[in-house]
């Protein structure tokens, strides 16, 4: 797609790297070159999705970007870091597009609000002055949706215009299509029956259309602690439903990946010490090959973690240790002199490393203590008084 602005006689082409191949890029590079040298004419390229673009796709911009042949755009839902080429980031400026605030959220539902024709039913208020729309010229009763609906569904959205639009629109339709009516008050002091939306069915229209998962709030974490205690709880058909509901929810494979490293050694330690290699494994796979690939390696583990043995012996032991060093008073205790290192001749002289024994040296048990004098005999991994 090609527009021109005449303000400042610059050419403007679009691209989508999804359908877009090696021969379309090239083409419109050779148009670029025209333009420059024929008309002064300067061109910008915007790249839609231009993660989708492979290495030597993504090469082909280098010497033209370097040379100001066209001026680059690329969009991407990606990390840049990880999905465009080192060589041509370098060459460009990374701009961040935060997610929509929960206000910012609101205005665009509310204008939606007003194009479809709906009435607002504050919590406070009986009903709100009608506008006109299509969903209320097609229903036969007015239609009108809780305020506290719209709030919700602002929130619940994780900042995402389209999955709230969408949301929106099933909600409303549904309600529509089961033609079930609700008896409001008018302004009159009368009752009238009229097709309410409410938060509950907002809710089922973002089901529909988005996996209804809060990645930056209660919701997440909510989910993960779900996870965890499911895979503790050794139910391996719990944990892998809360492991889908986070991943088709949009959230970070490599934030469940790097749960699971700590779970494998907090909760199965040393009764399957392969947990840690499944683990380290199943992150490694999901940095390699992202989603929805790597949605089966994370599965694989945490059917694994459920099945497997668990013991929170280590777990425990290091907290004791924790809970030592917290409650000692005054200075911590030296290292012992025959555990010291002696690179020197004068740490030598000074007695560092005298006494100790290499114990392969020994074809017997050697008896010989490695911790401070004063903690001599300690045993963490016991059970400690609270």
């Known amino acids: 797609q090609n527009m021109y602005s005449k303000k400042n006689g610059m050419r403007f082409v679009t691209l989508s790297a999804t359908s877009a191949k090696t021969n379309d890029v090239r083409d419109v590079i050779s148009q670029a070159q025209n333009e420059k040298r024929l008309f002064k004419r300067k061109t910008i390229l915007f790249i839609d999705e231009i993660h989708r673009f ?17 001026t680059l755009i690329g969009a991407t839902t990606e990390n ?5 080429n080192a060589a041509l980031l370098s060459r460009c400026r990374v701009i961040v597009l935060e997610k929509l605030s929960v206000e910012a959220m609101e205005a665009i539902l509310m204008r939606a609000v007003r194009s479809l024709g709906l009435q607002v039913l504050g919590q406070g208020d009986q009903h709100s002055t009608p506008a006109t729309g ?6 036969e ?3 009108y949706i809780e305020e506290k609906a719209l709030n919700t569904l602002a929130y619940l959205c994780d900042g995402d215009a389209r999955t709230g639009l969408n949301g929106l629109q099933l909600a409303v339709q549904a309600r529509l299509a089961a033609g079930r009516t ?34 930056a709030g209660e919701e997440h974490y909510n989910c993960i602690s779900a996870l965890h205690k499911s895979m503790r709880g050794s139910d391996e058909n719990a944990s892998l439903y809360w492991l889908a ?37 199943a992150y490694q796979g999901c940095h390699f090959i992202g989603m929805p690939e790597c949605e089966v390696i994370l599965a694989q583990c945490v059917v694994y973690f459920a099945r497997a043995p668990k013991s929170i012996e280590v777990y425990r032991a290091y907290g004791n240790v924790k809970e030592c060093l917290r409650m000692h008073t005054g200075p911590l205790p030296p290292v012992p002199l025959h555990l010291r ?33 004063e903690l001599k005999g300690t045993d963490f991994f016991k059970e400690r008084g609270t």
Do not use: W
């Open 54 to 70: 492979n290495k030597s796709q993504q090469d082909t911009f280098l010497p033209h970007v370097e040379c100001g042949t066209v």
């Open 182 to 215: 609700t008896p409001l008050n008018t302004a009159k002091g009368g009752a009238a029956d009229a097709i309410l939306v409410t938060e509950e069915h907002v809710k089922e229209g973002l089901q529909r259309s988005h996996i209804l998962y809060d990645r």
């Open 245 to 281: 509901r986070m991943l088709e929810g949009g959230e970070d494979p490599l934030y469940v990946a790097r749960r699971l490293v700590r779970f494998a050694s907090e909760d199965i330690g040393l009764a399957d010490p392969l947990a840690l290699t499944q683990a380290v494994a």
């Open 341 to 373: 290192n002696a690179p020197t001749r004068l740490m030598k002289n000074l007695g560092y490393g005298k006494g100790y024994k290499y114990n392969p040296m020994y074809k017997e048990p050697v008896e010989q203590d490695y911790l401070p004098e």
């Open 80 to 84: 840049p870091s990880f999905q465009v």
């Open 141 to 143: 009763f007015p239609v």
């Open 134 to 139: 299509s969903c209320s010229k097609s229903s």
